[in-house]
C-alpha cells in the first residue's frame, strides 16, 4: 500500500512543480518588463534634467551679457559726463550770437548778415534756401543773375554738325560739361540719351531754356549769367547767389532776380546761409 500510494502522489507533484515554474516565470517576465520601463523613465528623466540644465546654462550666458553690455554703455555714458562736444565750432557760436531765433529780417538786414557773420576765412558762398509750396509742382526754370555768376560752367552747345560725336562720347561716359544747350530739332535723336543725362540733371528741356531754336543765343546768356534753378523733391530751391567777395548789392540782385521768377505768393519760408555760417530767415514781405 505504501509504495503505491506514493505512485499516485508522483502526478500530482509534478503538475504543482509545473506550475510553481510557470508561475516563477511569469513573476521573472513581469519583473524584467517593470525593470525596462524603470530603466527607460530614468533615462528620460535624465534626459528631461539635461535640457533644463542646458536651458539654464544659456539663461545665465544671456543675463550675464547683457549685464556686461549694461555695465559697457554705463562706463561710456559715465566718461562721457560734462564732454559734450558742441554742435558748431566756437567761431560760428560767436556769430550765431548776433542772429535773433526765429525773427523774419528784411532781405536786405539778411544779406548784411549773412556776410558779417561768415566765420570761414575763405570767400565763401552766400546761398538762399526757398521753400515753396507742395502743391506746386515742377519748379524749374532759368534767372539771369545780374549781380554775376558764382562759377563759369562749362556749357556744351549741340547742333547737327556734332550731336553724333556727343551722343557717342556721353555714351562711352564722357561728361566734360556742367550744361547742355542743344537745338530743339535735335531732341528726338537726344532722346537715346535720357535714361544717362536725366538723373544728372544734364538733359535738355524747353522749359529749362536749355533746348531752343538758337543755340548761339542761349550759350550767350547763359554766359552772361543766366543759370537754371529747380526744386528738390522737398520743393526747396536751393542756388547760390553770390560770394563774400560780391559785396551786399550784387548779393541783393541776385536774390531779387531770383525771388522775381519763382511763384512768390506760394513761397512758404525763405534762409539765407553762407557756406559754413548759421541761418537767417527772410521775411516774405
Known amino acids: 500500500m505504501p509504495g503505491r500510494t506514493g505512485e499516485e502522489k508522483k502526478p500530482k507533484e509534478l503538475e504543482v512543480e509545473k506550475k510553481v515554474k510557470k508561475a516563477e516565470k511569469a513573476l521573472k517576465k513581469e519583473k524584467d518588463v517593470d525593470e525596462k520601463k524603470l530603466l527607460k523613465e530614468a533615462e528620460e528623466r535624465e534626459k528631461e534634467r539635461k535640457v533644463e540644465e542646458e536651458a539654464k546654462q544659456k539663461e545665465a550666458k544671456k543675463a550675464e551679457k547683457a549685464l556686461k553690455k549694461e555695465e559697457k554703455v554705463e562706463k561710456i555714458i559715465e566718461k562721457q559726463k560734462g564732454r559734450v562736444k558742441p554742435r558748431h565750432g566756437k567761431n560760428y557760436r560767436k556769430m550765431e550770437e548776433s542772429i535773433e531765433k526765429d ?13 558779417s557773420t561768415n566765420p570761414s576765412k575763405f570767400d565763401a558762398t552766400v546761398e538762399a534756401h526757398i521753400k515753396i509750396n507742395v502743391k506746386e509742382k515742377n519748379i524749374r526754370g532759368m534767372v539771369t543773375m545780374t549781380g554775376g555768376l558764382v562759377r563759369e560752367k562749362n556749357i556744351l552747345d549741340v547742333t547737327e554738325k556734332n550731336i553724333d560725336e556727343v551722343v557717342e562720347n556721353i555714351k562711352a561716359g564722357k561728361f566734360n560739361f556742367d550744361i547742355m544747350i542743344a537745338e530743339l530739332k535735335l531732341m528726338p535723336k537726344l532722346s537715346i540719351l ?6 544728372k540733371g544734364l538733359m535738355p ?13 542761349a550759350v550767350e546768356d547763359l554766359k552772361g549769367g543766366k543759370v537754371e534753378y529747380r526744386a528738390d523733391k522737398h520743393n526747396i530751391v536751393h542756388m547760390p547767389i553770390g560770394k563774400i567777395s560780391f559785396g551786399a548789392e550784387r548779393v541783393h540782385q541776385n536774390f531779387s532776380a ?6 512768390y505768393k506760394k513761397i512758404d519760408s525763405i534762409y539765407l546761409t553762407t557756406t559754413m ?3 537767417i530767415k527772410v521775411a516774405k514781405k
Open 194 to 199: 535720357a535714361k544717362t543725362l536725366g538723373p
Open 258 to 263: 531770383l525771388i522775381g521768377v519763382l511763384p
Open 205 to 217: 528741356s524747353p522749359k529749362a531754356g536749355t533746348a531752343v531754336e538758337d543755340v548761339a543765343k
Open 277 to 279: 555760417g548759421p541761418s
Open 103 to 115: 525773427k523774419e529780417y528784411p532781405a536786405n538786414e539778411a544779406i548784411d548778415l549773412a556776410l
